[in-house]
């Protein structure tokens, strides 16, 4: 069964705004094309053809007017809408009704930039277990949802913490299996009334079923000003796809 591919692409941009007044951010150029094109094409890549894009209602016209099908990309696109967005385990759990009961897919946050091919990663993790995740050296990592590593796994993970027990951070990017879902409508919602993201992964950790890649090139999530300035630098020059 050929692997599925996930993009989540909702939330309201609030820390882009006024540029997201009227446009999802990710639809905010990024080099030469839309943010959300370098997603499709990190998961092209890899080998992923059949991809669902979890989008909110207010930017879906604008989704399929530029995406299509996704044949430009070489890949089938599908929107699923998000109707309230209320964190990313939520938006993930849009997709459920969309995949067979035993495969595997890829989730990207839209707003990752990053340099590195997904192709290793995806097939390492076709040949394992639970769930994936790649990580990334960072300067700062208590901005950031750090993994307390374990050998080849992560026994925990923990979101912005005053004293880091690693200088690594969980980038927006995960591999999941089917289970993930059942995990969703078991975790609550946090402080901010969000079914959190990092308490998905922390329930395959306490498995130990929370496996890790650590990523080697440069990566952003361009949800800011100043991250969204980088990547366009970063990918501003040479992105001749």
């Not at 006024?18 to 446009?23: A, D, K, V, Y």
């Not at 991809?51 to 909110?56: A, E, F, G, N």
């Not at 099908?69 to 849009?94: F, K, M, N, P």
């Not at 969204?228 to 040479?238: M, V």
């Amino acid at each position: 069964m050929a692997l599925k591919g996930v993009i989540l692409a909702g939330g309201t941009g609030s820390r882009l705004f006024p540029l997201t007044r009227l446009m999802n951010k990710h639809l905010l150029p990024v080099g030469r094309q839309p943010m959300i094109v370098h997603a499709i094409k990190k998961l092209k890549d890899a080998g992923i053809h059949d991809i669902h894009i979890v989008l909110s209602k207010q930017s879906a016209g604008l989704y399929t007017d530029y995406l299509g099908s996704g044949s430009e990309w070489d890949v089938h696109l599908s929107y699923i809408i998000q109707e309230q967005a209320s964190g990313i385990a939520q938006a993930l759990s849009q997709v459920e009704p969309f995949l067979s009961s035993d495969e595997k897919f890829v989730v990207l946050l839209g707003d990752n930039l990053f340099e590195d091919s997904l192709r290793s990663n995806v097939e390492k993790f076709m040949q394992s277990k639970g769930a994936r995740v790649i990580l990334k050296h960072v300067v700062d990592p208590r901005r950031y949802g750090v993994p307390v590593l374990d050998g080849n796994t992560i026994s925990h993970i923990e979101e912005k913490p005053d004293i880091p027990q690693s200088s690594y951070c969980v980038t927006g990017i995960y591999m999941y299996d089917m289970s993930v879902f059942q995990i969703i409508r078991e975790i609550k919602p946090s402080n901010r009334g969000e079914l959190e993201i990092t308490d998905v992964n922390n329930a395959y950790a306490d498995l130990g079923l929370l496996s890790y890649d650590i990523m080697d090139g440069w990566w952003t999530d361009a949800g800011t000003f100043e991250s969204l300035r980088e990547a366009d630098t970063e990918l501003g020059i040479g992105d001749e796809q």
